[in-house]
């Protein structure tokens, strides 16, 4: 059947949409099979192990930085008076922020029907997850009193005390951490027909039996498809609106308070472009490694990386807007304690972060109003790292700039990371970065269902009635 | 009728296209104890097999609003009975500040609801099927196509279903032990 399939001609040309073909070289079903299956059941290459390796070393280096701090106390960090919300807080909008593209490409390129997002969708909602535990861990260690952290749930105590629900951080603990359940349950749903292809190629038995018990015993029954895709496109449709609220309450945070630089109404919208825009940037270099690595250049090709660069540009641009909006609101307002935060942002202490953001966030992507080095994968690379360290920056411009110099010039002071800062923020990496070699090895990081729903021969052209 | 050792039998077809025809002529029969299977969700069958929509809308449906009013019904709880407090002087039940949190439940309701209803109608998750006992079937998660008709099937008969499933295009039937 493979080569009865295999007879039909296929240029990189769909025959009947006459658009370029979504996967190159013109696969058969089983060919998308055996290439997504492989790093599953191969021995890995050497280089996974290093990586692995590498990553641990990292992880480990968290682990002893939040032991230290949990026996010294937040004095190990830089945090000062007047910037008490410092690194900690940088990085949990950080990795936030990252785990954006992951929902965006599954849930609102699916509501567009934007079909080229089959290839990556499963690697971003893997890379959402496990950014959304990295960010989840910044606040419960930030507390001061990391014993206290159940403090911020609903939960009945014996002290009758409950949480504040008109507090912006209150709707940050919601949102974020059902939006860490709700993206795992996209991304479970979605892996079930693959966990299932997994288990029937299975050679050994401990396979078959794990692989197994994850794919619930699903048999690619079509009255199980339809309930699926029903259920699949109504989590796209939650998942939406979900994804744009979650970046807008982290903004209020900022934006629900009184201090000049965060008192703003462009912060929802500004965060959520940042975000999806840092995501993607995150997507591309981890797309860039995986395909090489694990021989899938077919099924993540320049196509792809083309669709993801525009949105990069597009985000990129409209996060360089923002910049310009707040500037003019600034001026137009006439507050002059906000004219002051944002001269002081640009010509200030912290002059650096603010031209180093700017740098990488607005001007790095305007390559990529070129098709050449849209696809030019080197170019990618470096680009999606220059963004980055800019999203990253544009945080700590947030956090810090608008912290070190508020209302009262007496409270003044410059803002310096200690050693410890900078190994908390290292050792997150190594959390990321293992979660994510574990689960190229162990769970498909292609969607195979999705893809082989999208070569030309799954389209039935001629529909009996 | 078949002997009770018997599921009923499987057919695999080539691509799609065959695949559809062949329901469309397995519906037409008047079939009701019948299945496809197939490695991805393909545009169409549905309709070729006859198959209604699916209700996974409505556990959305009830446990997104069921979420959200429970999310709701927490912060009033709270914010008047539980432990009032008053912030910025305004009232106890200032609901305008409860709606994130509203709405966040609300998701988390329709997100479980999603699941849960597919769970529920699928039949999932599950031990066992008799269609496992097929020689091919592990295909349908691959590259195969196929079409299973139970035996329990008022219409079934040994050997008119089979020859309906070899004529419909079909390039290998067998039969399924129970």
Redesign the interface.
């Known amino acids: 059947m493979a080569t009865a399939l295999a007879d039909i001609a296929l240029a990189d040309i769909d025959p009947v949409d006459r658009r370029p073909a979504l996967i190159e070289g013109a696969p058969t079903f089983h060919g998308i099979t055996e290439a997504v299956s492989a790093p599953v059941e191969w021995t890995p290459p050497l280089g996974w192990y290093v990586t692995l390796g590498i990553s641990l070393s990292f992880l480990a280096l968290f682990g002893v930085s939040i032991a230290w701090l949990f026996w010294e106390g937040v004095g190990i960090w830089g945090n000062n008076v007047p910037v008490a919300w410092a690194w900690p807080i940088v990085n949990f909008v950080f990795w936030v922020g990252i785990g954006h593209a992951g929902t965006l490409i599954s849930a609102v390129l699916f509501l567009l029907r934007q079909r080229w997002r089959t290839s990556i969708n499963r690697a971003a909602e893997a890379m959402t997850i496990f950014a959304v535990m990295c960010a989840l861990v910044f606040p419960g260690i930030h507390i001061g009193r990391p014993w206290l952290p159940y403090w911020m749930l609903p939960l009945p105590n014996q002290m009758e005390m409950w949480p504040q629900f008109r507090s912006p951080l209150m709707w940050d603990v919601f949102a974020v951490s059902i939006y860490g359940m709700v993206s795992l349950i996209f991304w479970y749903l979605g892996l079930i027909p693959d966990l299932a292809t997994i288990r029937d190629r299975a050679r050994s038995r401990v396979r078959q039996v794990v692989y197994g018990v994850f794919a619930l015993g699903w048999r690619g029954s079509f009255r199980q498809w339809l309930h699926y895709e029903k259920a699949y496109l109504l989590l796209a449709g939650l998942a939406t609106p979900l994804v744009l609220s979650v970046h807008s309450v982290v903004s209020f945070d900022f934006a629900v308070s009184q201090l000049p630089g965060w008192h703003t109404t462009i912060f929802p919208p500004y965060f959520v472009a940042g975000a999806i825009f840092s995501g993607l940037a995150m997507v591309v270099t981890l797309m860039v490694i995986c395909r090489v690595v694990f021989k899938l250049t077919h099924v993540i090709n320049p196509l792809h990386f083309d669709r993801m660069a525009r949105l990069i540009l597009l985000t990129g641009s409209l996060v360089g807007l923002a910049y310009g909006t707040e500037f003019f609101i600034a001026w137009y307002s006439g507050s002059e304690y906000e004219l002051f935060a944002f001269k002081n942002r640009a010509n200030g202490p912290f002059a650096w972060a603010y031209w180093t953001m700017v740098s990488c966030n607005v001007i790095s992507p305007q390559v990529f109003w070129f098709k050449k080095l849209r696809t030019h994968i080197p170019t990618l690379f470096v680009v999606s790292i220059l963004v980055n360290v800019g999203m990253w920056f544009e945080r700590f411009v947030i956090v810090i700039t608008s912290l070190h110099r508020d209302f009262l010039p007496s409270s003044w002071d410059y803002y310096r990371p200690t050693f410890w800062d900078l190994a908390t923020l290292a050792g997150s990496f190594g959390l990321f970065f293992t979660m994510f070699t574990l689960f190229v090895r162990f769970l498909p990081m292609v969607a195979m269902s999705e893809v082989k729903g999208v070569l030309p021969q799954a389209h039935v052209h001629h529909r009996p009635d | 009728m078949a002997d009770e050792k018997t599921y009923g039998l499987l057919a695999?077809y080539?691509?799609?296209?065959t695949l559809?025809?062949a329901c469309?002529q397995v519906r037409d029969e008047g079939f009701s104890r019948w299945?496809?299977?197939?490695?991805?969700?393909?545009?169409?069958?549905?309709?070729?097999?006859g198959?209604r929509?699916?209700w996974?809308?409505a556990f959305?449906l009830v446990m997104?609003l069921g979420g959200a009013a429970l999310g709701m019904l927490?912060?009033w709880w709270?914010?008047t009975t539980?432990?009032p407090?008053v912030?910025?002087g305004?009232p106890f039940f200032?609901w305008p500040?409860?709606i994130?949190?509203t709405?966040?439940?609300g998701?988390?309701g329709?997100?479980?609801g999603?699941?849960l209803?597919?769970?529920l109608?699928?039949?999932?998750?599950?031990?066992?099927?008799p269609?496992?006992n097929a020689r091919r079937?592990?295909?349908?998660?691959?590259?195969?196509f196929f079409v299973s008709i139970e035996a329990a099937d008022p219409k079934f008969d040994a050997e008119k279903t089979r020859s309906l499933l070899e004529t419909s295009g079909a390039?290998h039937v067998e039969p399924v032990t129970a």
């Open positions: 695999e080539s691509d799609p296209e559809m025809r469309a299945d496809a299977h197939t490695p991805f969700p393909i545009h169409g069958l549905a309709r070729a097999m198959l929509r699916s996974v809308s959305v997104g927490l912060q709270v914010s539980a432990y407090l912030i910025s305004k200032s500040a409860f994130p949190i709405f966040e439940c998701v988390l329709g997100a479980a999603a699941v209803g597919f769970l109608l699928a039949g999932l998750p599950r031990h066992h099927h269609i496992f079937i592990g295909r349908a998660t691959d590259d195969g390039t």
